[in-house]
Every structure is written in C-alpha cells, then in structure tokens.
C-alpha cells in the first residue's frame, strides 16, 4: 500500500528556498504518477506541480504560479518524490502535500489522486 509522508517544511524569508521531499513508505507507489498540492488558510487545495512516466518518457506539469521557481523531480528508485522551491514568496505559504494517482490525466484535479501524504507546513516571511 502506498503511505506517502512528506518533510522538508519550515519558515523561510522571501525569496529563499526550501526542498520538500515526500517518501512511499509502502515502497509501492513506482509506477504512480505523483503530484504536489498545497492549501493556504481558508482557502482550497489548489495543483502545484506532478510528475508521470508514459513510454519511457517524463512528464512535468506546473500551476502557472510555480513555473520558473519550483521543479518537481523524482530519485531513480521512484520512491521519494523532490519538490525544490525558490524564489520564495509570502503567498507560497501553505500546508504541502504530496499524492499519488496510477491515472496519467489530468494531473491537475485533487479529486484524481488515490493516495495523501499527513502535509508538511511552509511558512514564508516578508
């Protein structure tokens, strides 16, 4: 079974950088999609960034928020997903998670992933 647990939240100045890393303890999820989402105080879960692997190929998708600060990535095992965040802004304050879906659509849609990590905070100071 899948059991996704992230690390690597904490306070941060804007415009520095943080590393989230999110582990498959179950050691299952290789041939899952993975995805990073985020949810602010009173606000929705929103897309971050997801990763898939179709025909020996990699897929990276980004909010358009994120694109050109944060990349997702994955270690050769496929067991611990990597989402590198710089150029850190007050509105990147959220709790993270990580999800894990064997769909390779639509990425960008919460209600597609199977599997949620417990979230770790982020917390960006001005």
């Known amino acids: 079974q899948v059991q996704l647990v992230e690390s690597g939240g904490g306070l941060v100045q804007a415009g520095g950088s943080l590393r989230l890393s999110c582990t498959d303890s179950g050691r299952t999820s290789s041939d899952y999609a993975m995805g990073w989402f985020r949810q602010a105080p009173g606000k929705e879960r929103e897309f971050v960034a997801a990763i898939s692997w179709n025909g020996g190929r990699t897929y990276y998708y980004y909010a358009d928020s994120v694109k050109g600060r944060f990349t997702i990535s994955r270690d050769n095992a496929k067991i611990t997903v990597y989402l590198q965040m710089n150029s850190l802004k007050p509105e990147d304050t959220a709790v993270y998670y990580c999800?894990?879906?064997?769909?390779?659509?639509?990425?960008?849609?919460?209600?597609?992933?199977?599997?949620w990590g417990q979230g770790t905070q982020v917390t960006v100071s001005s």
């Open positions: 999800a894990a879906t064997l769909s390779l659509f639509n990425l960008g849609s919460r209600l597609n992933y199977d599997y």
